[in-house]
């Protein structure tokens, strides 16, 4: 059961929320996303180096200027000039992106009973929030096999449930859609919780379990699970099939995949590609299969037998 929390909700500006995620010294990436001019630009920073004025000062010109402001959730190695699974140093916070009918996946996370009091909430857009829990204890496996969870649990976005993923800023303008909104970011615990506070929903008929503190062997993913990137691949196929325009559709996919990936143009051009690539191979395939079969069709039939039909149907063949 979740514990009691007395915690007195409070609201976070930018700066205070970089620094209640990280620790002053934690390398963290924060992205920069103007869909309108397709530009995207990556950073890895130290937390008190995002939080001081000055950066500040440029992500709100930035922002002011029509760009999303994004935040890594967990802190990268030292080494790490980029923003990968392996890059990340620990886990420190789960979350999910509620997009679809928002309050009442709220609503569900308030009053479930076997889920942890989010730490932060944050409202994302009119009815959209994201949710974050401040965790120790988990592995890579255990925290994204607990991201895919709790997101098929309370209707989250699936693809949110990588550790390497960037979340919205508070105090900076969403501007995805038409209706700008600035994002607001309430801290409601300042507890840090562990595996075991969280129950695991298997996609099967079986009961909920807890999360184990042990290391145990990594729990396989249902059957005809597909990844996200997988989703990509096959979405660019069926649009180059229905003759969309390839740079349209690699725009398409770089938007959706902004948030959680580093190049979403490099990788979106990539995806489509390689979409291209296997298309043409299959087509050649087909053509090939087409060519041998008209051969075994015809192959025992006399020359002029063929040539009799084909002037009765009035064909020229000349």
Not at 4 to 10: A, D, E, R, Y
Not at 230 to 236: G, I, L, P, S, V
Not at 285 to 296: E, L, P
Request: glycine share 2%.
């Amino acid at each position: 059961m979740t514990a009691v929390n007395s915690f007195t909700p409070k609201q976070l500006s930018a700066a205070q929320y970089v620094l209640a995620l990280h620790q002053p010294e934690d390398r963290v990436a924060v992205l920069v996303r103007n869909r309108a001019r397709a530009q995207t630009i990556q950073r890895i920073l130290l937390a008190e180096d995002i939080a001081s004025p000055r950066f500040q000062d440029w992500l709100k010109e930035q922002n002011n200027a029509g760009a999303d402001v994004f935040l890594g959730m967990n802190p990268l190695r030292a080494n790490s000039f980029a923003r990968t699974k392996e890059s990340v140093r620990e886990i420190r916070h789960v979350y999910l992106d509620l997009d679809e009918d928002a309050p009442a996946s709220l609503r569900a996370i308030r009053t479930d009973g076997n889920t942890p009091v989010p730490t932060f909430v944050l409202d994302t857009s009119p009815e959209k929030n994201q949710v974050v829990w401040r965790v120790d204890g988990l592995d890579r496996e255990q925290a994204e096999s607990l991201l895919r969870s709790l997101a098929n649990q309370f209707q989250a976005d699936t693809a949110a449930t990588d550790i390497a993923r960037v979340l919205r800023v508070p105090g900076f303008t969403n501007h995805k859609y038409n209706a700008a909104f600035v994002v607001r970011a309430i801290q409601q615990s300042d507890a840090i919780y562990h595996p075991r506070d969280f129950t695991i929903h298997e996609d099967s008929p079986e009961p909920p379990r807890r999360l184990s503190d042990g290391h145990s062997p990594p729990r396989r993913l249902p059957s005809g699970h597909r990844s996200q990137s997988e989703a990509d691949w096959a979405y660019a196929k069926r649009a180059l099939a229905r003759g969309d325009n390839p740079e349209q559709i690699i725009q398409r996919i770089a938007d959706y995949r902004s948030d959680d990936k580093a190049d979403p143009l490099y990788y979106a051009k990539y995806t489509v590609e390689k979409a291209q690539a296997d298309s043409h191979r299959h087509y050649q395939r087909d053509a090939s299969q087409t060519s041998q079969d008209f051969n075994q069709r015809t192959e025992f039939r006399p020359h002029e037998a063929i040539t009799e039909k084909a002037e009765d149907q009035g064909i020229d063949r000349r």
